[in-house]
């Protein structure tokens, strides 16, 4: 993804995203039909890798496509 002055990214994930996110302990919303996630300071590239580990492969590919 190019650089953004924003840490929030949109996956078209859905609400099985969003539910496979909050069985991990993860925190995110659905706006549009894509799951929302917002970075902050705090967050790590191993928080970063813990929510597309929850995803799963099928649904960080179909967002990269």
Known sequence: LEP??????SLDAG???ARQL?????KASVRAGRVR???????SAD???RALEALGSA?????VA
């Not at 909050?22 to 993860?26: D, E, S």
């Not at 649904?59 to 967002?63: D, K, L, N, P, Y």
């Open 37 to 43: 996630l917002s970075c902050h300071l705090y967050n």
């Open 22 to 26: 909050a069985a991990a302990g993860i």
């Open 15 to 17: 609400t099985d995203g």
């Open 47 to 49: 928080d970063v890798d």
């Open 4 to 9: 953004h002055a924003s840490a929030i990214v």
């Open 59 to 63: 649904a960080v590919q179909r967002s």
